[in-house]
Nanobody, 121 residues
Framework: QVQLVESGGGLVQAGGSLRLSCAPS????????MGWYRQAPGKQRELVAR???????NYASSVKDRFTISRDHAKNTVYLQMDSLKPEDTAMYYC???????????????WGQGTQVTVSS
């Protein structure tokens, strides 16, 4: 079973930066859209950014111009560079990807277990 493994979360002061990474736990055939969601306590999970296989990216308005999503096709890895962090960015960040594990299998949606990002004021 494929799992998405996230890394890079932590505690940072306002104005600081963090870089999140997410990769499958084992070799896969193909990854289509990949992205990041976040969920703060008491709030619904929301889309932060996503990137297509061709590199087209979409961002939530609250993070545009501060966050940058990118991917490495060779490693099937997606990154989220977060700059100018604000206390309101504090949340659990989840990786999401549509993965085709094998050539004969249909693509399915996978979620990571989450990595905590805390921004202190």
């Amino acid at each position: 079973q494929v799992q998405l493994v996230e890394s890079g979360g932590g505690l940072v002061q306002a104005g600081g930066s963090l870089r999140l990474s997410c990769a499958p736990s084992r070799s896969i055939f193909n990854a289509n859209d990949m992205g990041w969601y976040r969920q703060a306590p008491g709030k619904q999970r929301e889309l932060v950014a996503r990137i297509s296989r061709t590199g087209s990216a979409n961002y939530a308005s609250s993070v545009k111009d501060r966050f940058t999503i990118s991917r490495d096709h060779a490693k099937n890895t997606v990154y989220l560079q977060m700059d100018s962090l604000k206390p309101e960015d504090t949340a659990m960040y989840y990786c999401h990807a549509y993965i085709q594990p094998h050539p004969w299998a249909a693509a399915q949606a996978y979620w990571g277990q989450g990595t905590q990002v805390t921004v202190s004021s």
